[in-house]
């Protein structure tokens, strides 16, 4: 299993991530999110949404006058003091910008993630952002465990994804929110995913080199990769052949068989130790 008793979500938006001399310990910054449209024009003021808002007075049982750190999901932090706080929502006056508490990869890693079922797709969106994958797109395979049933379906779904994502990138420190794709048929993903792409590679059982031949034959430094990984069931062949012939490097993993939640994480780690920030 991907972890056991399946896959709590806690909420949590106390970071600890003050390092000295290389070495982590322990300082809590309280991290909220507001869009950039939550701002005033001139940057000075942001009014914070009633989740936020219920989360600072309810569960953190914060006052006017407490100072807190707030993102943008762009890549901006701030730090604020809160000036009023309301039922829906909560004023705050912006002190000054600082660096986020987590710098961002170089490197813009895209996870093309077959459709798991449920739990094992969250373990996945969260453990994700915290590796720093800049986007994911959930695919539909022909052997995936999960059908998208209609556009209403799929819509609740990736809200459900992109509350994962806040609440993960609170935890984890990074002021970006990785980009959650809408759901996609492999047939359309090869059509039409992006080209420039420095370095695209499917992760496959079978038919494919080990993942130091096709980092070996890429560039010294892509900017850009994307991953990606098949459903419990595995590819089918026609997949793998279209893959082949729309120019993505076949790789499998060899030493032993990984759930596909496991080779997601497995293998963005692995490409942000070579490509990243992962050291």
């Known amino acids: 299993m991907g972890c056991a008793g399946g896959?709590?979500?806690?909420?949590?938006?106390?970071?600890?991530?003050?390092?000295a001399g290389g070495?982590?310990?322990?300082?809590?910054?309280?991290?909220?999110?507001?869009?950039?449209?939550?701002?005033?024009?001139?940057?000075?003021?942001?009014?914070?949404?009633?989740?936020?808002?219920?989360?600072?007075?309810?569960?953190?049982?914060?006052?006017?006058g407490n100072e807190i750190y707030l993102f943008d999901g762009t890549g901006n932090e701030f730090h604020c003091r809160i000036h009023t706080i309301a039922r829906d929502s909560?004023?705050?006056?912006?002190?000054?910008?600082?660096?986020?508490?987590?710098?961002?990869?170089?490197?813009?890693?895209?996870?093309?993630?077959?459709l798991v079922k449920g739990e094992k797709f969250d373990l996945v969106i969260?453990?994700?952002?915290?590796?720093?994958?800049?986007?994911?797109?959930?695919?539909?395979?022909?052997?995936?465990?999960?059908?998208?049933?209609?556009?209403?379906?799929?819509?609740?779904?990736?809200?459900?994804?992109?509350r994962i994502v806040l609440e993960a990138t609170k935890q984890c420190g990074r002021a970006r929110l990785m980009k959650i794709g809408t759901p996609v048929t492999f047939a359309d993903l090869m059509?039409?995913?992006?080209?420039?792409?420095?370095?695209?590679?499917?992760?496959?059982?079978?038919?494919?080199?080990?993942?130091?031949?096709?980092?070996?034959?890429?560039?010294?430094?892509?900017?850009?990769v994307t991953a990606l990984v098949?459903?419990?069931?595995?590819?089918a062949e026609d997949e793998i052949d279209q893959a082949r012939a729309a120019g993505w490097k076949i790789v499998t993993l060899g030493g032993r068989i990984l759930r596909a939640e496991t080779a997601a994480i497995v293998i963005a780690t692995l490409i942000q130790h070579r490509f990243g920030d992962l050291n």
């Open 7 to 19: 896959l709590k979500l806690v909420a949590v938006s106390e970071t600890r991530l003050k390092h």
């Open 23 to 64: 070495v982590r310990t322990s300082m809590t910054r309280r991290r909220f999110y507001a869009p950039p449209e939550a701002f005033s024009p001139d940057q000075k003021s942001v009014k914070l949404s009633r989740d936020e808002t219920r989360h600072l007075r309810n569960v953190l049982r914060l006052k006017s």
């Open 90 to 114: 909560a004023g705050l006056n912006v002190i000054e910008q600082v660096d986020a508490a987590q710098p961002e990869s170089s490197l813009h890693l895209t996870l093309a993630m077959a």
């Open 126 to 162: 969260q453990k994700a952002t915290e590796l720093g994958v800049t986007r994911i797109i959930p695919v539909i395979t022909s052997r995936a465990d999960v059908r998208i049933k209609s556009a209403d379906d799929a819509e609740r779904k990736t809200t459900r994804w992109q």
């Open 191 to 224: 059509k039409t995913h992006d080209r420039e792409q420095d370095l695209c590679m499917m992760f496959a059982e079978r038919e494919g080199a080990s993942l130091a031949e096709a980092m070996r034959d890429s560039q010294k430094q892509p900017k850009t």
């Open 230 to 235: 098949g459903p419990e069931g595995g590819w």
